[in-house]
């Protein structure tokens, strides 16, 4: 149902760098419209992570950082830590009938 | 503290109504745009609904799944922000959360409240 793809799961063990793809297409992010992210730790709400494509909220560690290029965006994890272990959600704008505000399928982070 | 607080969450019948409200203080009510979103079990997260501020409007817009089914209604007098559900389907069986939509953050839901759980089942 969601307009923007994510892999399921990624992994990786401590300290390595893990990234996660959002998919779009032109009526999304292919149409300008800013990428954001979030992170969902377990039990709890989301929670801002990246905001217009790239940029951090106040308290979000250097380690997380965000591009966007065409159709597509990444969030990139480096130094992955325990307690980056969390759902992590894509979230951009559409210009179709499926709705002004529109989340990705969510990828699942674990850290080995 | 900058603070959402949603409230009236249940069990309803498939059918039924249910009306959930979101609790705001810490910052300017009115001049802000909310939205809420919702998670069914196990699930990912989906947007439900949005609504202007009413200096920049006050129009609402909402996902398909229920565009007619759902009002998003605002009280700035109350810093309360209120989503109206009829016609309730089991999947609509999910946890509600209300957010704000900040445009210093590029449209990002910069705020959320904890959440109120909606079960829709006979």
């Known amino acids: 149902q969601s307009v923007l793809t994510q892999p399921p799961s990624v992994s990786g063990a401590p300290g390595q760098r893990v990234t996660i793809s959002c998919t779009g297409s032109s009526s999304n992010i292919g149409a300008g419209y800013d990428v954001h992210w979030y992170q969902q730790l377990p039990g709890t709400a989301p929670k801002l992570l990246i905001y217009?494509?790239?940029n951090r909220p106040s308290g979000v560690p250097d380690r997380f950082s965000g591009s966007k290029s065409g159709t597509s965006a990444s969030l990139a994890i480096t130094g992955l830590q325990a307690e980056d272990e969390a759902d992590y959600y894509c979230q951009s704008y559409d210009s179709s009938l499926s709705g002004w505000g529109v989340f990705g399928t969510g990828t699942k982070v674990t850290v080995l | 503290e900058v603070q959402l607080v949603e409230s009236g969450g249940g069990l309803v019948k498939p059918g039924g109504s249910l009306r959930l409200s979101c609790a705001a203080s810490g910052f300017t009510f009115s001049n802000a745009w909310m939205s809420w979103v919702r998670q069914a079990p196990g699930k990912g997260l989906e947007w439900v609904g949005r609504?202007?501020?009413?200096?920049?409007?006050?129009?609402?817009d909402y996902a398909a799944p229920v565009k007619g089914r759902f009002t998003i209604s605002r009280d700035d007098s109350k810093n309360t922000l209120y989503l109206q559900m009829n016609s309730l389907k089991t999947e609509d069986t999910a946890v509600y959360y209300c957010t704000t939509v900040s445009w210093v953050a590029g449209g990002a839901f910069d705020i959320w409240g904890q959440g109120t759980m909606v079960t829709v089942s006979s």
């Open positions: 217009g494509n790239s």
């Open positions: 609504i202007k501020s009413k200096t920049d409007g006050g129009t609402t």
